[in-house]
Nanobody
């Protein structure tokens, strides 16, 4: 089992910044990649950014240049730095751990960007 606990969400004005954190515990050695997803009201959950076990990162086109995924192995924590936030970034953000057997999910943290 892998446990994921997100934090750092909140209410911010457009143009502002937030940093989400995901604390990872349990069988960390099985994880192939860590990912951040988001789900806006009435929409499907979408992948926002990912970081592989080797450190390679990728972000969805709509957040490139604004969001950065990173990790601190010593703290077993993955981050999502979100800058220049837009109202369309509003949603519940989920941390996910991908492994050969499937995906572990965190409980989600709400991000609300006001215009």
């Amino acid at each position: 089992q892998v446990q994921l606990v997100e934090s750092g969400g909140g209410l911010v004005q457009a143009g502002g910044s937030l940093r989400l954190s995901c604390a990872v515990s349990g069988r960390i050695y099985v994880i192939d990649a860590m990912k951040w997803y988001r789900q806006a009201p009435g929409k499907q959950r979408e992948l926002v950014a990912s970081i592989s076990s080797g450190g390679s990162t990728s972000e969805v086109e709509s957040v490139k240049g604004r969001f950065t995924i990173s990790r601190d192995n010593a703290k077993n924590t993955v981050y999502l730095q979100m800058n220049s936030l837009k109202p369309e970034d509003t949603g519940v953000y989920y941390c996910a751990a991908a492994w050969v057997g499937g995906t572990y999910w965190g409980q989600g943290t709400q991000v609300t960007v006001s215009s």
